[in-house]
Structures are given as C-alpha cells and as structure tokens.
C-alpha cells in the first residue's frame, strides 16, 4: 500500500510524530501528510480555534506525486523549512523567533500571556 510506504519514507527522514493527520519533525517545523496520490509537505504553524486548543496546520504545501516522492523529499522538506524560517517574526518583548499563526505580528504567545493578558 503506498500510505504505508510513504510512512517509511516519512520515518526514514526523521518524520515521526503525527498530529492530527500531519506526520512532524521531532522539532515542529515541518509536516507531511501521506495520501494515496503521494505527499502534502509543508511548514507548521497553528491557529487557535478557542482558548486552549491550538489546531496545527500546513503552509506553503507542495504536493509530491507518488512516483516522484522518494526522490524530491528531502529537497522539499529543505524548501519548508526555508519557508517557515522566512515567515518567522522577532518578538518585540523578548527577542525570540515565533510562528504568528492567526495572533498579532508583534509578540510570541508567551508575551502575549504574560504581558497582555491573552490566555491560549
């Protein structure tokens, strides 16, 4: 079966987390979901649908075919995690590198709590 194969392909490149249908690096950076027609890799990132409850999701998805996976894998994850470093934001309290998600451009969640009273 070819989910079971791409699996493989996910495991040997160090994928083996799955969340919600997307298999992640151990980092949380990048994710692939394995389909029948072949792999959706993107970079991670979250929304929050209500307090407490972030939902992971893929950007800046590229699909590799099934016949074509094996060979552009490890190109496409580097072109992720590219991507994701680009769409980073410097959080103006405390300097640290965040993903946004769907909150403001400016602060990482931790300030946010902290400083803002924002609860997640």
Known sequence: MLVDHHLALLHDAG???????????????????????????????????????PVSLLRGVEHLPSHHAEDALPAALARARRKRARAMRTCRRCGERFVRGHIGPTSCHGCMEKHERVTF
Do not use: Y
């Not at 799955?18 to 692939?32: A, K, L, M, P, R």
């Not at 394995?34 to 991670?44: A, D, E, I, T, Y």
């Open 15 to 53: 994928l083996d987390r799955c969340q919600e249908g997307i298999v992640q690096d151990e980092e949380w950076t990048v994710g692939v979901v394995p389909v029948q027609s072949g792999l959706f890799v993107g970079w991670l990132d979250c929304e929050w649908q209500e307090p407490h409850t």
